[in-house]
T-cell receptor, first 117, second 115 residues
Framework: DGGITQSPKYLFRKEGQNVTLSCEQNLNHDAMYWYRQDPGQGLRLIYY???????QKGDIAEGYSVSREKKESFPLTVTSAQKNPTAFYLC????????????????FGDGTRLSIL | AQTVTQSQPEMSVQEAETVTLSCTYD???????LFWYKQPPSRQMILVIRQEAYKQQNATENRFSVNFQKAAKSFSLKISDSQLGDTAMYFCAFMNNNAGNMLTFGGGTRLMVKP
């Protein structure tokens, strides 16, 4: 089945440690996104990438880093500079509509819950 | 920048009845898309319905329909014949046609369907 796979489902971070969240999609989507969700709140965009080897900061990029070396993969690293990393992280992907011109909705993974030890 | 506002943090409805969730947005764009996503306790984000701004006809998907008022920048979701499985957080989202398909989300409405 085509879809988006996020791993791990649960992750714990120690003080001063960097951790990486995995996101893989087999939907042949061009664009991929990372969102953060805090309890009882909506999703906020961290980073997004519309093409391999290119990515852009979202609204809350500080303390995070990403890479896009392959079309299928968009890992997110939560660095030690992110002082409040406890949250639920969602990865999404979509076809950008180039060259079809049709914008498609985003498809989401099942998320990773990150907590501080 | 776009903003999306959901003014109802929580709502409840009796099973089999109808409920309407509100959403307003602010944008200077003319071409955009609007979505309602459902997030059940499993935390999955599930697309419920979408609306293209250039279409005047309101979108409908089975028991779910929208009331899209472009001039008023309003995009409400109506759920008919509510079912227990409709219990979830519902998020309204805005997508700018010219901004990398990025979504701007509202703060969500928690819907409880009571038996």
């Amino acid at each position: 089945d085509g879809g988006i796979t996020q791993s791990p489902k649960y992750l714990f971070r120690k003080e001063g440690q960097n951790v990486t969240l995995s996101c893989e999609q087999n939907l042949n989507h061009d664009a991929m996104y990372w969102y953060r969700q805090d309890p009882g709140q909506g999703l906020r965009l961290i980073y997004y990438s519309q093409i391999v080897n290119d990515f852009q900061k979202g609204d809350i990029a500080e303390g995070y880093s990403v890479s896009r070396e392959k079309k299928e993969s968009f890992p997110l690293t939560v660095t030690s500079a992110q002082k409040n990393p406890t949250a639920f992280y969602l990865c999404a992907s979509t076809s950008t509509g180039i060259p079809t011109g049709s914008n498609q909705p985003q498809h989401f993974g099942d998320g990773t819950r990150l907590s501080i030890l | 920048a776009q903003t999306v506002t959901q003014s109802q943090p929580e709502m409840s409805v009796q099973e089999a009845e109808t409920v309407t969730l509100s959403c307003t947005y602010d944008t200077s764009e003319n071409n955009y898309y609007l979505f309602w996503y459902k997030q059940p306790p499993s935390r999955q984000m599930i697309l419920v319905i979408r609306q293209e701004a250039y279409k005047q006809q309101n979108a409908t998907e089975n028991r779910f329909s929208v009331n899209f008022q472009k001039a008023a920048k309003s995009f409400s979701l109506k759920i008919s014949d509510s079912q227990l499985g409709d219990t979830a957080m519902y998020f309204c989202a805005f997508m700018n046609n010219n901004a990398g398909n990025m979504l701007t989300f509202g703060g969500g409405t928690r819907l409880m369907v009571k038996p």
